[in-house]
C-alpha cells in the first residue's frame, strides 16, 4: 500500500485532560484554540489554549452550565471574536473572546 499520497497525521503536543472534550474551535487570526467539553459534575469547562513551540499553555477557563456540546467562531466577524458555544439542553451562549 503506497502511503505517500494518504492524508498524514502529524502529532504536535499533547495533554491529559479532566474532562470529556466535545468541540475544539480555532480561534481566527491567532495560534490559539478553544477545547469545550463536560466535567464529571456536568457541568461545562471551556479552555483557551495558545499553541506554543514548547508546548500548550492554558490562557483561561470558564465552567459553568451545562456541557459544551459544539462550538464556533462562523458568525463572528473579524476582528471580533465572538464564540457560539451550544450544550446538551439545546440552550446557546455567546462569548466574547478576546485573545
Given at each position: 500500500?503506497?502511503?505517500?499520497?494518504?492524508?498524514?497525521?502529524?502529532?504536535?503536543?499533547?495533554?491529559s485532560?479532566?474532562?470529556?472534550?466535545?468541540?475544539?474551535?480555532?480561534?481566527?487570526?491567532?495560534?490559539?484554540?478553544?477545547?469545550?467539553?463536560?466535567?464529571?459534575?456536568?457541568?461545562?469547562?471551556?479552555?483557551?489554549?495558545?499553541?506554543?513551540?514548547?508546548?500548550?499553555n492554558?490562557?483561561?477557563?470558564?465552567?459553568?452550565?451545562?456541557?459544551a456540546?459544539?462550538?464556533?467562531f462562523?458568525?463572528?466577524?473579524?476582528?471580533?471574536?465572538?464564540?457560539?458555544?451550544?450544550?446538551?439542553?439545546?440552550?446557546?451562549?455567546?462569548?466574547?473572546?478576546?485573545?
Amino acid at each position: 500500500m503506497d502511503t505517500t499520497s494518504a492524508p498524514q497525521l502529524i502529532e504536535h503536543h499533547n495533554l491529559s485532560l479532566s474532562f470529556t472534550p466535545f468541540a475544539t474551535a480555532w480561534i481566527p487570526n491567532t495560534a490559539n484554540f478553544v477545547l469545550g467539553g463536560q466535567l464529571p459534575s456536568a457541568k461545562s469547562t471551556l479552555r483557551i489554549m495558545q499553541l506554543k513551540k514548547e508546548g500548550l499553555n492554558e490562557l483561561a477557563k470558564i465552567e459553568d452550565g451545562e456541557g459544551a456540546k459544539c462550538l464556533s467562531f462562523g458568525a463572528s466577524t473579524s476582528p471580533n471574536q465572538h464564540l457560539a458555544v451550544g450544550d446538551f439542553n439545546g440552550d446557546l451562549k455567546i462569548y466574547d473572546i478576546e485573545s
